[in-house]
């Protein structure tokens, strides 16, 4: 059985929730000068992109 569009989507939207509570988590704990806020603000990007391959579900 294969893997179609939004089974790839979920994935990916899955994936990329991970990354980015990874990076969040590199920005709070890990680094405590300006790379701090670097990481997490990469983090809640990863998050918006995250959210629009949500949004794609069921539309391609």
Known sequence: MGMNKNTVLAWATF??????????????????DVAGWGFASVGIGFFAIAWVFNALKGRV
Do not use: K, N
Not at 15 to 32: K, Q
């Open 15 to 32: 994936i990329m929730i991970l990354v980015g509570c990874a990076l969040i988590a590199l920005g709070a704990f890990r680094y405590d």
